[in-house]
C-alpha cells in the first residue's frame, strides 16, 4: 500500500482552493447581519480572529511558496512556473 503524503493547509498552493476557503467563511460570518443595521460587537470580535487568522495563514503560505520556488530540489518547473504566473496573476487583478 503506498502512502499518500498529506500537505498542511499551508503547504497548499491552489489558489482555487484558497478562493473557495475564503468565500465559505465569508458565507458563515455574514449570516446574522441585517443591512442597514450596526454590527454587534461579538461579529466585529469574530471578524476580527478570522482576518488574523488569514493573514498569517496567508504569510505562511506566501514563504512555503517562496521556499518552493526558490528551493533547489523542484520535482517538476512547470509546477513552479504555474504558481508564480497564479501569483501574477492575482496581483494584477
Known amino acids: 500500500m503506498v502512502a499518500i503524503e498529506k500537505k498542511s493547509i ?3 498552493l491552489d ?9 465559505a467563511i465569508a458565507k458563515t460570518i455574514y449570516n446574522d447581519i441585517e443591512e442597514n443595521a450596526l454590527p454587534d460587537q461579538d461579529y466585529i470580535d ?25 528551493s533547489d530540489s523542484k520535482s517538476n518547473e512547470a509546477e513552479t512556473a504555474e504558481f508564480i504566473a497564479n501569483i501574477l496573476s492575482t496581483l494584477l487583478q
Open 10 to 12: 499551508y503547504e497548499n
Open 15 to 23: 489558489f482555487n482552493s484558497w478562493a473557495q476557503d475564503s468565500f
Open 46 to 70: 469574530n471578524g476580527k480572529l478570522i482576518a488574523e487568522s488569514q493573514i498569517m495563514l496567508g504569510g505562511y503560505r506566501l514563504a512555503y511558496g517562496l521556499n518552493y520556488i526558490f
